[in-house]
C-alpha cells in the first residue's frame, strides 16, 4: 500500500510543480471572492476582443442588409489568437436606420503563464483553449443626409452583452456602452486616379463596468477619424482613434497613498483595410496596430453578403 502511493505521488508530482510554479504574492486584489478579483478590467490588460474601438460607418446609413462572415489572427509576445466572426446588418429604413448585430461566435488562443501573471490571470496556461466571445448591438440613425455643401451625419448607440467571460482574462464579463456622433463628406472626380475621396470622423463617449466595489465604472471620450479611396469597385480605408477611461483603478490607488497601478484604458488603434466590392459579394482584408494599451498585430479577412432591404 505504501509503495502505491509513494508511486502514485511520484507521478502527480510534475503536474503538481507545475500548478504551483506560479507566485501570486504580489497580485494586487481588486476586491470580490472570484478568481477574476485579481484581473484590471480595462484594455491594455485584456484580450484583442474585449473592449474593441468601434467600427467606422463613415456618417451613412446603407441601403442594403449585409451578412458578413471572417477570421481575425491576433498576436503579442506570449499571446496567439484566432476568432471567428459573424455579422448581420438590418436595414429598417433605407439610408435611414439600421441595425448591426454581431459577434464572435469562438475564439481561440494560446497565452503563456508570463503573460498571465503579467495580467493577473488566475488560471493557468492549459495551451490552446477555445472560448465563446461577446455579441455586440448597434444601432446606426441618419440624422442629415450629405448634400452637395453639407455633410452627412449620423449617430450609433452600442451594447456589449456579456457572453464571453473573464476566466481566462479575454473578455470583461461585464457591460458596455458606446454612443458617438459622426460627420463625413465625399468628394468626386470625373478623371484622375482616384473617383472619390470621403473624410469622416466621430465623437462620442465609451463606458463599462469595472470589477471595483468602490467605484463600479470605467469612460470617457470616442474619437475617431476616417478615410476613404475609391477607384470603381476597389476601396481603401485609414482609420486613426480610440478613447480616453478616467482610470479608476489607477485614481483609487494613488488615493490610498500607492502608485502601482497605471490606467490601461486609454486605447489608442490604426486600422487600414482593403475592400472589393461586387455585385452581391465584398470581399476585405484588414490590418489593425495599437499605439497605447492595445498591445495586438491583428489581421481580419472577411466576407460580405449583399441583398434587397425587404420594408415590412
Not at 480595462?42 to 456618417?59: E, F, Q, R, S
Amino acid at each position: 500500500m505504501h509503495t502505491r502511493i509513494i508511486l502514485i505521488l511520484f507521478l502527480l508530482f510534475p503536474l503538481i510543480a507545475l500548478s504551483q510554479n506560479r507566485d501570486r504574492s504580489n497580485w494586487i486584489d481588486f476586491g470580490g471572492d472570484s478568481p477574476s478579483k485579481w484581473l484590471q478590467i480595462a484594455p491594455g490588460k485584456l484580450g484583442p476582443n474585449a473592449l474593441p474601438v468601434p467600427d467606422m460607418d463613415y456618417a451613412c446609413v446603407e441601403n442594403e442588409n449585409k451578412i458578413e462572415l471572417g477570421a481575425h489572427y491576433h498576436f503579442m509576445t506570449g499571446d496567439t489568437a484566432i476568432n471567428s466572426f459573424a455579422s448581420f446588418y438590418w436595414v429598417i429604413a433605407p439610408g435611414r436606420a439600421a441595425v448591426r448585430i454581431y459577434a464572435n461566435p469562438t475564439e481561440t488562443f494560446h497565452m503563456t503563464n508570463e503573460v498571465r501573471d503579467e495580467r493577473q490571470i488566475n488560471s493557468d496556461d492549459a495551451g490552446w483553449t477555445t472560448e465563446a466571445g461577446d455579441l455586440l448591438v448597434t444601432t446606426y440613425i441618419q440624422v442629415l443626409k450629405e448634400k452637395k455643401y453639407i455633410p452627412g451625419v449620423s449617430i450609433a448607440y452600442t451594447i456589449k452583452t456579456t457572453t464571453g467571460g473573464n476566466l481566462n482574462g479575454r473578455y470583461t464579463d461585464a457591460e458596455m456602452n458606446n454612443f458617438y456622433l459622426a460627420a463625413g463628406k465625399s468628394f468626386h472626380f470625373d478623371k484622375g486616379i482616384i473617383d472619390e475621396v470621403r473624410i469622416a470622423g466621430l465623437l462620442g463617449f465609451y463606458v463599462w463596468q469595472t470589477n471595483k466595489v468602490a467605484m463600479t465604472q470605467d469612460e470617457g471620450r470616442l474619437y475617431e477619424a476616417g478615410l476613404q479611396l475609391r477607384k470603381k469597385t476597389y476601396n481603401l480605408y485609414a482609420e486613426v482613434g480610440g478613447y480616453y477611461g478616467w482610470d479608476p483603478y489607477e485614481y483609487l490607488d494613488r488615493m490610498s497613498g500607492l502608485d502601482q497601478i497605471q490606467g490601461n484604458d486609454d486605447p489608442l488603434i490604426l486600422r487600414t483595410r482593403f475592400e472589393k466590392t461586387g455585385k452581391q459579394f465584398d470581399f476585405k482584408l484588414e490590418y489593425q496596430t495599437g499605439f497605447r494599451d492595445y498591445h495586438y498585430q491583428t489581421f481580419r479577412l472577411g466576407i460580405t453578403y449583399r441583398f434587397k432591404a425587404r420594408i415590412f
